[in-house]
């Protein structure tokens, strides 16, 4: 994998920046194992991945974070740690994201189907260094997006692929999570809350620009959380204690939220979001070459898990599963991952019976 000169104005540049080695029970470095910072062009652009894994002889996973913009590195390690001992994981910082994000990144080249061919260009460079013929690929939310218009364009790159807090209609989604919000607001007699999200008008085609979706998931977001159909079903997620995991991070060097997570946030929902929330896989995506696995949280109300289903049951697969986490909502590793892990076991073994 190329390791080109970080440009003078990327955040990543801080020297104090590094990931942590595997070490066996003695605290010797573990043989065949990795653990690397590593810079790589992509589509004329310079972006980082995060290589980590116990032995290069497990399969290797692209991990599609979630977002638009939200890296989701230490969250991941910090809930499923067993991930890097089952694969040899490549952490990526998508275009505009995370240690990704620099100040010279044109806006025009943030689009959703230049993220696809970054993520198909390094898919070939892993497969390269690696020397494995096809990746497994596991996409979250927005990174779900990415990876199910991946593998639909190149399908031979890919072992199977592994979706979870799955997009598949936006508007669908965010009208089920619409009225399942003011059903939980009348339930609770929250009556402040009810009268200030009751006066957005439900999400429909006649909301078309940024500033629109902007304002109405700035009010959806919080409560949504609050009553449990958020990121996580439970009232322990604390979006700014999530942020700050940034800075407790070494991969991110020195005040990582600061420097790395909300600068590339910030940039990525601004030119991206209007990608995402006008999306509608039933329209575009529903033949696929490859085993297609999907997970939904039931009580997700960001990626709504009815419609979540209702796209598993519409596409075609030589192989597919849908997985429901009874108690989770849109991120599953967050609120369940011993199942999460067990879940991800057992596709690896099914994969490996297919051989």
Known sequence: MDTPELPPNQV??????????FVNDSGALLEGSIAEIETIELGGVTQTVILRGASLANPVLLFLHGGPGTSEFSLVRQRC???????????????????????????ETMTLAQIVEDAAELTRSLCERFEKPKIYVMGHSWGTLVGANLVHKYPELFEAYIGFGHVASTLRSEQVGYDWLIAQLTEAGDHENLER????????????TFEEWNTYLREH???????????????EWDTEKII??????????????????????????????????????????????????????VHDYQTAHQVAYEYYEAISAPKKRFISFERSAHTPFYDEPERFMQVVREIIAERRGAL
Request: glycine share 8%; net charge negative; with cysteine.
């Open 221 to 235: 977001r919080p409560l949504c959380q609050k009553y449990g159909g958020g990121n996580s079903h439970y009232e």
């Open 81 to 107: 740690p067993e991930l890097e001992e089952l694969f040899t994981v490549a952490h990526w910082e998508q275009r505009g994201s995370g240690l990704s994000y620099h100040e010279d990144i044109d806006p």
């Open 12 to 21: 990543a540049a801080d020297t104090s920046a590094h990931t942590p080695p």
């Open 197 to 208: 999200f009751s006066a957005l008008p439900r999400p429909d085609e006649t909301i078309e």
């Open 244 to 297: 700050t995991m940034y800075d407790e991070t070494p991969e991110y060097g020195v005040k990582g939220s600061e420097r790395v997570m909300l600068p590339g946030l910030m940039f990525s929902i601004e030119h991206l979001l209007s990608a995402f929330v006008f999306q509608d896989l039933f329209k575009s995506l529903t033949e696929f070459k490859l085993p297609m696995y999907i997970m939904n949280g």
